[in-house]
């Protein structure tokens, strides 16, 4: 995908263009209701952003309401927990969906009274069936299917059935109830579809009240319906649902509301389905839910992303009917641009190596002063202690340049940012591994701030923090989760873990900050000069911060070693 940075003033996208027909025509009155029906059966992702940007966009612009409704039909699958998650989640996000809090299990009553109105009207029927029999029953995509010897009961036998699989007299799989449509329609969703199972199984909320639970077929519609949704906005496998969903409403004669199907994120390197996080999860590949490398909002947040790029993101992908693949350099454009703009600059050195400034005064600190943000000068600027003893980075020292290397190496003088020039004179190794351990140089006292009077110039700037006094910190490196940009994409035999890059967390220990940095809050986001941007983690200690790198600076050096 092409990044480019694109302006316009008023969204439009093919739902938009909908809901400003209807509200042209007054189909509903001049109302605009949408929802996020999330299923507590996980944590939200980058796909559900998706969705919740556009159905509280959609309201927010055509001044409209959107409740957040858990589709929490389910009870083996669904826990408290991931309703707490949602919540936060949504709101870290920025949207408010005020007192509209809903649950499908609140209108569970409703949905069972809508169940017998179908037996009633003799288009729903208790089946005898198993499960593994009805599957059978329910023929191919070329086949038709058969109909059930049951499907003819008497619509009093059915209602009796009913309600006694409610009161809890038929064990689990003995019985279901299916509406009565037409087992030879060319839409498999339209054969005879389960309705109601029995399930003994407390439920979150309405603990141990029902033995019988609603499809989520048929309770999403007829929740849409009963919220009064005007645009019932779901992804695009739901399209064929949609006979289906209408059926029910038809039967029922309740309200309509107008299901519009869009395409779902796919973002290369990264799985979004939330059984395939919950594997990832369960089997320990990844530290929880919210383990930075995961696509999930809490992941994302406690990786460093924003809410605002985030929205950009959701903003710049637009939404259209064709399923497509989103570059994850996309998402990973829109983090750093709102953090270019908002963090402040810090000194970091991750893979440290000392340097010793042999002509600079033993006891000696200086302050130099140091820009907090080149791109915002409202943010000022800060001292930073200078002392005989430095960490630089590794990287940036080479005892034998290799071509176009321009920053340290034996007998060349570099910058010091807002500090001095500084000459490499020489190199001390390790008696027994002949490893380089430190190194000595000479500092032009007259360089001071980083320019030389005389006007001679250098060809690099390095990063660096005092030894004294820098903060020890140990600082995590995030690379894909998954080696294959797409992770479903398997040898025969194998399934998505197969493409897990085993290289996806590099943990360093020994890096040291600017001191600074101490007091950093958690969830406190920087850019590390020459790195990239990191933010504390949860795990920091006082005097042992721990840093998540959010996303790395583009590093020009090893585009250029590459290309070599
Ligand atoms: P999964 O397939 O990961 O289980 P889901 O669709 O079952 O996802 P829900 O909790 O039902 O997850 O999703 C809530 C809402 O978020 C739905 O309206 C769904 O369409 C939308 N949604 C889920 N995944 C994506 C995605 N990748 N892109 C856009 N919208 C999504
Ligand atoms: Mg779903």
């Not at 739901?238 to 869009?262: A, K, N, T, V």
């Not at 080149?374 to 430095?390: H, I, N, Q």
């Not at 042992?544 to 583009?554: I, P």
Request: charged share 30%; hydrophobic share 35%.
């Amino acid at each position: 995908m092409e990044i480019t940075p694109e302006e316009s003033t008023e969204r439009t996208d093919f739902i938009r263009e909908i809901v400003r027909d209807d509200l042209r025509t007054n189909k509903y009155a001049g109302r605009v209701a949408t929802r996020f029906p999330p299923e507590p059966n996980g944590y939200l992702h980058i796909g559900h952003a998706k969705s919740i940007h556009l159905n509280f966009g959609i309201a927010q612009e055509f001044g409209g309401k959107t409740n957040l409704r858990f589709d929490d039909t389910n009870p083996t699958k669904e826990e408290v927990e991931y309703v707490e998650s949602i919540k936060c989640d949504v709101r870290w996000l920025g949207f408010d969906w005020e007192e509209r809090e809903f649950y499908a299990s609140d209108y569970f009553a409703t949905l069972y009274s809508y169940a017998v109105k179908l037996i009633e009207k003799g288009k729903a029927y208790v089946d005898d069936l198993s499960a593994d029999q009805i599957r059978e029953y329910r023929g191919t995509l070329t086949q038709p299917g058969k109909e059930s010897p049951y499907r003819d009961r008497p619509v009093a036998e059915n209602l009796d059935l009913f309600e006694r699989m409610r009161k809890g007299e038929f064990p689990e799989g003995s019985r279901v109830l299916r509406a009565k449509i037409d087992m030879a329609s060319g839409n498999l969703n339209m054969r005879d579809p389960v309705l109601y199972r029995i399930l003994f199984e407390s439920h979150h909320r309405t603990g141990p009240a029902w033995c019988i639970y609603p499809m989520y077929d048929f309770a999403h519609g007829q929740c849409d319906s009963i919220e009064k949704i005007t645009h019932s906005i779901c992804t695009l496998e739901f399209q064929d649902h949609r006979p289906l969903y209408d059926w029910f409403l038809d039967e029922l004669e309740i309200y309509h509301p107008q299901q519009i199907e869009f395409a779902r994120l796919n973002l290369t390197y990264t799985v979004l389905s939330k059984r395939k996080l919950l594997r990832l999860v369960q089997d320990g590949h990844v530290a929880g839910w919210n383990d930075p490398r995961m696509p999930t909002l809490s992941g994302l947040r406690r990786r460093g992303y924003t809410p605002v790029a985030i929205s950009d993101f959701c903003e710049r992908i637009g939404v259209a009917r064709n399923d497509s693949i989103v570059d994850i350099n996309l998402l990973e454009y829109c983090v750093r641009q709102d953090l270019n703009l908002h963090t402040p600059r810090k000194m970091a050195v991750l893979r440290p190596l000392k340097v010793v400034i042999d002509n600079y005064p033993d006891d000696l600190v200086e302050e130099v002063e140091a820009v907090n943000n080149p791109e915002d000068a409202s943010m000022g600027t800060r001292k930073l202690p200078f002392s005989k003893v430095l960490y630089i980075e590794q990287d940036d020292f080479r005892e034998l340049p290799p071509p176009k290397y321009f920053r340290l190496s034996p007998g060349r003088e570099v910058r010091l940012r807002y500090a001095y020039f500084i000459t490499c004179t020489a190199v001390v190794r390790d008696g027994e591994t002949g490893e380089i351990i430190e190194i000595h140089c000479t500092y032009d006292p007259a360089t001071r701030g980083g320019d030389a009077s005389d006007g001679r110039k250098v060809k690099a700037t390095l990063h660096w923090v005092s030894a004294r006094h820098a903060q020890p910190a140990t600082v995590r490196l995030y690379d894909r989760l998954f080696l294959n940009e797409n992770p479903n994409e398997v040898e025969e035999g194998q399934d998505f873990l197969s493409n897990l890059n085993p290289d996806s967390l590099e943990v360093l220990d020994g890096c040291y900050v600017e001191p600074g940095l101490a007091d950093a809050p958690v969830e406190s986001r920087y850019q590390f000069e020459r790195q990239g941007y990191f933010c504390v983690d949860p795990d920091s200690e006082k005097g042992r911060l721990v840093f998540n790198r959010t996303v790395s600076l583009k590093d020009t050096w090893a585009k250029i070693e590459k290309s070599l």
